[in-house]
C-alpha cells in the first residue's frame, strides 16, 4: 500500500519468500520483510522495517543442515550502516571468545574453512526520521539500524536471538549485547533510475557486563 516504490510516505509493504535449494543441497531458505510508512508533523516521515532471513532443513526428507558459504547470510553496508565485514568479523569472533557465550557457537564450520561474518539467520530493524529538503529530489533522515547473525537457523535456536522479549532480564540483555548497532545522518538524492544514498554512521553496542558490575 505505499504511496512511492522508491521514497514512500504512507502505507505498508509484506514480502514472505522461500527459496530451494535442490542441486549440491537440499535446504530452503525463508525470507520475511515488513515495513511501514508513516507522515507526521506535516513534512516528516517515519519510516519502521523489521527483516527476518534464516535457513532451514528441505521440506521433503530429513538430515543435517548443510550449505555452501554463498547460501549464508551477511549484512550489506545499507542495512547496518558503518559496519564493515572486518568489523562483523571481530564482533562475532570477541562474543564467541567470551564465556558467557559458550552456548552459542559464532563460527560457521564449511568445507573451505571458518567464516565468522556469515550467519544461518539474520535479523534486520531499521528507524528513519526523513525530512525533505527539495521534496521531489532530496531528503534528509535521522535513522538507528540493529542487526543480529546466528549460526544456527531459527528453527533450531528459536526466536530469542531476533526477538528477545519475555527471556528474563539477563538473557535479554545478553542478546542485546549480539546485536550491532548504528545510528546518524544521511542523504537521499532521489535521481531517475539512479537514486544515491549518503550516510555519515556512527556504530556502536550494548555491554551488558557493564550494568551487572554497576559501572
Known amino acids: ?28 531458505r525463508w525470507n520475511l520483510q515488513w515495513s511501514a510508512y508513516r507522515k507526521f508533523l506535516k513534512y516528516f516521515v517515519f519510516a519502521w522495517q523489521s527483516d527476518l532471513w534464516s535457513l532451514g532443513d528441505p521440506l521433503v526428507g530429513r538430515g543435517q543442515l548443510r550449505a555452501e558459504l554463498d547460501q549464508y547470510y551477511t549484512f550489506t553496508r545499507e542495512e547496518v550502516r558503518g559496519w564493515e565485514y572486518a568489523d562483523i568479523a571481530l564482533l562475532r569472533s570477541q ?24 550467519g544461518a539467520a539474520k535479523v534486520r530493524h531499521g528507524l528513519e526520521i526523513r525530512f525533505p529538503i527539495a521534496e521531489q529530489v532530496l531528503w534528509g533522515l535521522l535513522f538507528v539500524d540493529a542487526g543480529n ?12 536471538f531476533a526477538f528477545p522479549i519475555g527471556q528474563g532480564v539477563p538473557q535479554f540483555q545478553k542478546i542485546l549485547g549480539e546485536y550491532m548497532f548504528d545510528m546518524g545522518v544521511g542523504l537521499r538524492l532521489q535521481l531517475p533510475a539512479f537514486p544515491i544514498r549518503l550516510y555519515l554512521s556512527w556504530k556502536f553496542r550494548y555491554f551488558p557486563e557493564i550494568i551487572h558490575k554497576g559501572h
Request: aromatic share 10%; net charge positive; proline share 3%.
Open 149 to 160: 547473525l546466528s549460526a544456527a537457523s531459527i528453527f533450531s535456536n528459536g526466536l530469542d
Open 95 to 118: 562474543l564467541g571468545a567470551k564465556p558467557q557465550n559458550a552456548d552459542r557457537n559464532y563460527t560457521l564450520a564449511t568445507g573451505s574453512g571458518s567464516y565468522i561474518n556469515y
Open 1 to 28: 500500500t505505499r504511496d512511492n516504490t522508491l521514497n514512500p510516505s504512507r502505507g505498508t509493504y509484506t514480502k514472505a519468500s522461500v527459496d530451494f535449494v535442490f542441486i549440491n543441497n537440499q535446504l530452503t
